[in-house]
């Protein structure tokens, strides 16, 4: 009996763990490198990827019920109502974004150290600065 029971919530976890780690975009991880232009960011050719690559996926800022926090999966969703203050347009020192990608907010679980590339910081504090465009 206690065999069936332990089997059974074995099965019942490991369809649970599919289920969570199938949703949303694949996990690209911290080596993927998404680079940003000096100028001219685009939310479709810069941002979204590094979104998608370093953010939203399956377990953290994805879509329900796939997620652990707050969606982060679309424009709408970074500048929305329930992310009020995440992108300030043309403020990137008021956008609660750049101050957790530089370290000057925590975020649960820390990043490991190299997570981002400064030239994805400095590439999402100058889409900022120059409007947090959807293009």
């Not at 101050?99 to 820390?110: A, M, N, R, V």
């Amino acid at each position: 009996m206690k065999e069936k029971i332990f089997i059974s919530s074995f099965v019942i976890l490991s369809m649970i763990m599919i289920r969570l780690f199938s949703g949303c975009h694949e996990v690209i991880g911290p080596d993927s490198n998404v680079v940003f232009p000096d100028s001219n960011v685009s939310y479709i050719s810069n941002v979204e990827p590094f979104m998608i690559t370093k953010c939203s996926y399956s377990g953290c800022h994805c879509e329900p019920p796939y997620n652990s926090a707050t969606p982060m999966t679309t424009y709408f969703e970074l500048i929305g109502p329930d992310n009020l203050g995440l992108i300030v347009s043309y403020q990137p020192e008021q956008s609660i974004l750049i101050q957790i990608l530089e370290g000057k907010l925590p975020h649960s679980p820390p990043f490991q150290q190299g997570y981002f590339t400064q030239n994805q910081i400095n590439g999402m504090r100058k889409w900022i600065q120059e409007g947090a465009k959807n293009n």
